[in-house]
């Protein structure tokens, strides 16, 4: 047996978000969000569901944290509610939306759970896109004025601040894809979503630090590990490509380093910024560059890339992967991954400080006769990505705490509730909460601070 001891402190949590977990999407107040205009919308969901009832996490959550705290969770990770709080997006308090999220916290705290807010887990108000959205700069001014509102009413308690979920996911799966809401498939768009996305983090962080003195500000951006499925140059010019437009157009702005040279010169080239970067104004780059305490991280996979010498350059991924390494998302398991991340986000832009916001698995091993929910396949990807995190530390990286994703199965944006990446069962019918194998396993890890495997 080889025993892994994590520092002393490091907060082993979950994360989940208000729109995949909470339901009453109409409820005390609530204004409607762009999620819930989407799934609304027939065809955008593939298993025909909504939100609107989700986990009905709004009338549990007392249930949700007497979970966590069997589980022996540190740490808690979730989201608010931008249009629960603010339903016209800005002006008007729903105070209903706010308490409940005070009590939320204050639930968190009695059972000693460090509470780790997002401010943007993607459910716009849809009054704000229906002004135009992200791609509209007046969204970014809204963004500022839901982080004031939320972080006076909860900023003497919260000591961990998270502006924005994945800003990738909000411009390009929301703008450029259109997989996510508001669906649109504009590209332009999506970098104008990108930009005003962290311009309202940049802008949001020293409001935070106003109104919440004591606290730790960060961002969580999500990012994919590309490689080249051969030495050869075209491989490599594409896998290189595909690291800039997911992430280092988001690392970099956030890390002092405006956007990567190499991708505004092939977008200009590609005819996407005919005037270059006319939507970057004076004092932009600065105050999306602010001084943060830590980056939060989500990983969930690598892609292999190869150019199929398609004539349009277009970008071409392969999974390597055989069948039994990918899970139910079809994503590669790949540890490494999380390994050479952390070492690059601290070696190379020097992150001061380092969290997993994210990082699990979709698998939909279910109960047996007897109840019980025999999934070894996510002990198994969890522990070969703790171990890649110790690896990581025990090179120096400052990484503090690890947020399984999800703590319980939810609705999982477009797929609907056919994904389960929960460490407990959500028997939807009923909602009943059935914890997993893995949710008992990940209680030992916590409690020894530590992961055995077997030698
Ligand atoms: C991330 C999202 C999270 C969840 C996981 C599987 O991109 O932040 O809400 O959907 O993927």
């Known amino acids: 047996m080889t025993t892994l001891t994590f520092p002393d402190g490091f907060l082993w949590g979950t994360a989940t978000s208000a729109y995949q977990i909470e339901g009453a999407w109409n ?47 540190k740490a808690y990770r979730f989201s608010i509610s931008w ?57 970014a001014e809204a963004f500022v004025e839901y ?22 996911c909000i411009a390009i799966l929301g703008h450029q894809i259109g997989e996510h809401a508001p669906g649109h498939q ?36 999500n990012y994919t590990h590309y490689m080249p499925a051969s030495s050869g140059e075209p491989d490599i010019k594409q896998a290189r490509w595909l690291d800039g437009w997911f992430n280092r157009w988001f690392f970099d702005p956030i890390f ?20 270059g970067l006319d939507f970057v104004q004076p004092g932009d780059m600065e105050a999306m560059a602010a001084p943060l305490d830590f980056i939060g991280l989500n990983y969930y996979t690598r892609e292999v890339c190869r150019v199929w010498g398609a004539a349009d350059n277009k970008p071409q991924v392969v999974f390597a992967a055989p069948a039994d390494q990918r899970t139910d998302m079809g994503w590669e398991v790949y540890p490494d991954g999380l390994y050479w991340l952390l ?15 994210e990082n699990g698995c979709s698998y939909s091993d279910g109960p047996d006769e007897t109840g019980r929910i025999r999934d070894q396949r996510r ?25 399984v994703w999800s703590l319980m199965d939810n609705f999982e944006w477009a797929h609907g509730f056919r994904q389960r990446f929960g460490l407990v069962w959500v028997d939807y019918a009923t909602q009943q909460r059935l914890p997993k194998d893995s949710a008992w396993w990940y209680r030992d890890v916590i409690a020894a601070n530590a992961l055995t495997l077997p030698d």
């Open 186 to 221: 504009n590209p332009r768009e999506a970098l104008l979503t990108a930009h005003h996305v962290l311009l309202s983090h940049g802008w949001a962080v020293p409001v935070l630090r106003r109104n919440s003195p004591e606290a730790e500000v960060g961002i969580t951006l």
């Open 379 to 403: 002990i198994d990807y969890l522990a070969a990505h703790f171990a890649a995190a110790h690896r990581a530390i025990g090179n120096g990286v400052p990484l503090a705490g690890y947020f």
């Open 147 to 168: 982080a004031d509102v939320v972080s006076r009413s909860l900023g003497d308690r919260v000591r961990h601040w998270i502006t924005h979920n994945e800003p990738w």
């Open 256 to 275: 002092g380093r405006h956007y990567p040279a190499d991708m505004t010169a092939a977008y200009q080239a590609g005819g996407l910024l005919p005037q």
């Open 27 to 73: 409820e005390d107040g609530k204004g409607e969000s762009i999620w819930d205009r989407f799934s609304h919308t027939p065809g955008k969901i593939r298993d025909g569901s909504t939100g609107d009832v989700a986990c009905d996490h709004y009338h549990r959550w007392q249930e949700d944290i007497r979970l966590m705290r069997e589980l022996g969770l």
């Open 83 to 139: 249009p629960r709080v603010l339903p016209e997006g800005r002006g008007r308090v729903n105070q209903a939306g706010l308490d409940f999220y005070k009590r939320l916290v204050d639930g968190l705290l009695e059972a000693g759970i460090v509470p780790f807010i997002t401010l943007y887990h993607w459910d716009l108000p849809q009054a704000l896109q229906d002004e135009g959205g992200w791609p509209n700069r007046r969204t």
């Open 343 to 357: 070492s690059r986000v601290y070696f190379e832009y020097q992150a001061p400080k380092i969290y997993v916001t």
